[in-house]
């Protein structure tokens, strides 16, 4: 995705901020598409131990960008309705087709910025449950599971070189670490989160 790609960024810089994540979830902090985007091409540049491609800060950037005109709808919700999972992912292809937004061929890219987008929802949950919601241990889980579980594993380690998965491996457990600090002292939890940790295995790592 090169920067000329976007015919309107204007419009984007304008409404972005103003699409709302996680709005149907109790939450302390609020955070939009705009924010989040930004967190997911910091955490690129790291993975990419800061010479990150062009095109993967772009599509950092905007891989949401199609939420200004669908919103952002919970994945819960597409989950239990295949049917507007379907019409919704029509609807991104057609907003992608006419703003000319092109999704990245090279496949590593592809996969790095899928883990850096769940990584920073990871972090969100974190901080808010430093701030003491404890129903985002739930959000915070999903997330996890996503990036560590044994499909997903598999598949990014066909993708990606060694140095993306060792530098993956450090973030998710830095951002593991915070978690367990952050419930640690909330005794009727404790059961929930020594469960997760024994049921989620082990993180990206390379694999026979």
């Given amino acids: 995705m090169s920067r000329k790609d976007l015919t309107n960024p ?14 149907t979830f109790p939450t302390i902090g609020k955070q939009n598409i705009a924010s989040h985007s930004w967190g ?16 993967a800060i772009m599509y950092a950037l905007c891989h949401d960008i199609h939420e200004i005109e669908v919103g952002d709808v919970p ?41 850096a987008d769940k990584l920073e929802g990871m972090l969100n949950c974190s901080r808010e ?17 996503a990036v560590t579980n044994k499909e997903t594993r598999k598949l990014y380690n066909s993708k990606v070189c060694t140095a993306i998965r060792l530098k993956t491996n450090g973030l998710i457990n830095e951002i593991q670490d915070q978690f367990v600090r952050a419930t640690w002292d909330y005794p009727h939890y404790k059961q929930l989160i020594e469960a997760q940790v024994k ?8 694999t026979e």
């Fill in 10 to 23: 204007l419009r984007v810089i304008e409404e972005a901020p103003h699409i709302e994540r996680f709005h």
């Fill in 40 to 55: 997911v091409a910091l955490l690129t540049h790291t993975i990419y131990e800061g010479e990150p491609p062009v095109e």
């Fill in 75 to 115: 994945a819960p919700t597409k989950w239990k309705h295949p049917a507007l999972k379907e019409q919704l992912n029509k609807a991104t292809d057609e907003f992608e087709r006419i703003h000319n937004i092109q999704v990245p061929e090279d496949e590593e890219v592809l996969c790095v910025v899928d883990i």
């Fill in 129 to 145: 449950i430093k701030l003491g919601n404890m129903h985002m241990i739930l959000v915070y889980t999903r997330w996890r599971r």
């Fill in 199 to 206: 049921s989620d295995g082990p993180s990206l790592k390379e």
